[in-house]
Structures are given as structure tokens and as C-alpha cells.
């Protein structure tokens, strides 16, 4: 008898773990993600994260941009914060379970032109409550190797388009394969996601 009841509770035990294991991957495919801005941009060493246009570039800064562009070289860094949502919250027949992105194979699009690419720099845990939780992404590019045929001016709209006082990530996109970590093991969504700024995206 003792044995027997000892396997009923080893059994209640498996099935539950089951269940929460079924719950938690059902999930995976519904984790989202968004766009929400571009922060900490410097061009060629000028930060344009503080100037509104083109007019408002003080003589040393304009004159740094001059010279970087005729030397065909204008390099860039900022980060591109994104917001990761896990509606996995739970419900009266299963419990919240928290998820973590291991990885974000990305590429980075500005006005559908693909340029750079990465990862994440570490693992970040999403937790199942409800709430988003914000993913800064470092990036380093040269603009001009990439727009160039814009020019002078067009380089410097761009990067305040996107960096600048008024920016925004409208003309961005995220071109992006995630990794979740599940309790059986990583798992890497089976297409290419699009992440933007309007909406958040799973698929």
C-alpha cells in the first residue's frame, strides 16, 4: 500500500511538471517584442542625442562632421532600447512562468536597408507578470560606409532623424531570430521575427 501511494504522488508530481512544462512552451511562441527608441547616439564623436537639427550644430561640431565625412569615415554608436513582453501570466488552471531570452540573432534595417548585425550581450529574464521588461542593444556602424550615396547632409538628417532630440525609430527595424530558455532546454523561434515600433510582434 505504502509503495502504491508513493507512486500515485511520483505520478501527481510527473503530471504536473508535465502540465507546467506544456504551459511554458505554449507560451514561447506568443513572447513579443518592440521597439521604443534610440538613445545615446554620437556621430563621429558628436553627440546628437542633444541637437534638434542640422541649424542647431555649434562650428566645433559641424566641423568635426566635415572632416570625418571627407575622410569617409563616420562612426557611430547608440542603443536601441526594445521592450520584451511574456503574456504567460498564468490563469486558473496554470501558474505564471517566467521565461529568458538566451538570444536575439538581429540585424539592424534603417529605411529597409540592411547593415549591421549582433547578439545579445547576456541573457535577460522576462517574467510572466504582466509587464515589459526593456532591452538596451548596443550598437556600433560607420554611417558612411553604409549611406553614403545620401551625402553630407543626408547622413547628418539621418542620424538626427534617428538619435537626435526629436528622434524616433520609425525608420528602424530589427530583422530578428529569438532564443528562449524553456525547462527543457533552448529553443529558437522557427522563422524570423520583424520588430518594430508600432506594435508588438511574436511572429
Request: hydrophobic residues 40%; positive net charge.
Amino acid at each position: 500500500m505504502r509503495t502504491l501511494l508513493l507512486l500515485s504522488v511520483v505520478f501527481l508530481v510527473s503530471c504536473a511538471s508535465i502540465r507546467d512544462i506544456t504551459n511554458s512552451l505554449s507560451s514561447l511562441q506568443n513572447m513579443q517584442f518592440k521597439l521604443t527608441g534610440i538613445t545615446g547616439m554620437r556621430l563621429a564623436g558628436v553627440d546628437v542625442s542633444r541637437i534638434a537639427s542640422p541649424t542647431s550644430l555649434s562650428i566645433s561640431d559641424g566641423l568635426a562632421l566635415t572632416q570625418a565625412f571627407a575622410r569617409k569615415s563616420l562612426p557611430t554608436t547608440f542603443v536601441v532600447n526594445m521592450d520584451a513582453k511574456n503574456p504567460n501570466t498564468g490563469s486558473s488552471a496554470s501558474k505564471s512562468v517566467p521565461l529568458t531570452l538566451k538570444g536575439l540573432d538581429w540585424r539592424l534595417l534603417i529605411d529597409d536597408k540592411p547593415t549591421i548585425n549582433g547578439d545579445l550581450d547576456k541573457p535577460v529574464d522576462v517574467p510572466g507578470n504582466g509587464k515589459t521588461t526593456q532591452i538596451p542593444l548596443s550598437m556600433s556602424m560607420d554611417m558612411y560606409s553604409f549611406f553614403a550615396d545620401k551625402g553630407y547632409d543626408g547622413i547628418v538628417n539621418l542620424a538626427l532623424a534617428l538619435g537626435g532630440q526629436k528622434g524616433s525609430t520609425s525608420r528602424v527595424k530589427l530583422d530578428a531570430m529569438p532564443t528562449v530558455g524553456t525547462p527543457l532546454g533552448p529553443m529558437t523561434y522557427p522563422s524570423r521575427i520583424s520588430i518594430v515600433d508600432t506594435e508588438f510582434r511574436g511572429k
